[in-house]
T-cell receptor, first 113, second 109 residues
Framework: DAGVIQSPRHEVTEMGQEVTLRCKPI?????LFWYRQTMMRGLELLIY????????DSGMPEDRFSAKMPNASFSTLKIQPSEPRDSAVYFC???????????FGSGTRLTVV | DAKTTQPPSMDCAEGRAANLPCNHS???????VYWYRQIHSQGPQYIIH???NNETNEMASLIITEDRKSSTLILPHATLRDTAVYYC??????????FGAGTRLTVKP
């Protein structure tokens, strides 16, 4: 089991550019979560999916952020246009329907300059 | 979900037991207590969870008081690699996990 796989590990982009973060959950996991971590705000839940359907996106900061899960093995988090305040580590996590502990990926460190 | 209170930081000597407290006085009957930890630059790692009874696994033990208003995570023989931020979370089984500030545990030689 390779765990939750996120790519890229690091991303540096210029303000105004589009950024796409990717996540492959553990096979068989029904839930997928996107979190953002900063020093100021800690770990924040952005959005989560159940069986590829978005359930709660109330944590998405604004319309510049969007997330999709086209199939059970892939999800994206897109920021367009990116701003310096979006700089953070973005984590993806997944879990099964019956065990409520989450498995997190290694994260994507995003820097917007 | 009930709110949790944890000390911001704690120290522990290597080889000794680390006891991390968590207060959740507003917990309701169907809410579980979860513990995660985050080692620097890594994603959070699930440790253990429980509802009423004490729980033990290969990583740690979870002691929940009889009134369920507080709990303690015990790392029986702390090592330097246990230095991390430890999060105590209370949630209903089908709710999403929301992290607070946690306790920064430093294990010292």
């Amino acid at each position: 089991d390779a765990g939750v796989i996120q790519s890229p590990r690091h991303e540096v982009t210029e303000m105004g550019q589009e950024v796409t973060l990717r996540c492959k959950p553990i096979s068989g996991h029904d839930y997928l979560f996107w979190y953002r971590q900063t020093m100021m705000r800690g770990l924040e839940l952005l959005i989560y999916f159940n069986n590829n359907v978005p359930i709660d996106d109330s944590g998405m900061p604004e319309d510049r952020f969007s997330a999709k899960m086209p199939n059970a093995s892939f999800s994206t988090l897109k920021i367009q246009p990116s701003e310096p305040r979006d700089s953070a580590v973005y984590f993806c996590a997944s879990r099964t329907d019956t065990f409520y502990g989450y498995t997190f990926g290694s994260g994507t460190r995003l820097t917007v300059v | 979900d009930a709110k949790t209170t944890q000390p911001p930081s704690m120290d522990c000597a290597e080889g000794r037991a680390a006891n991390l407290p968590c207060n959740h006085s507003t917990i309701s009957g169907n809410e579980y207590v979860y513990w995660y930890r985050q080692i620097h630059s890594q994603g959070p790692q699930y440790i253990i969870h429980g509802l009423k009874n004490n729980e033990t696994n290969e990583m740690a033990s979870l002691i929940i008081t009889e009134d369920r208003k507080s709990s303690t995570l015990i790392l029986p023989h702390a090592t330097l690699r246990d230095t991390a931020v430890y999060y105590c979370i209370v949630r209903r089984s089908n709710n999403d996990m929301r992290f607070g500030a946690g306790t920064r545990l430093t294990v010292k030689p």
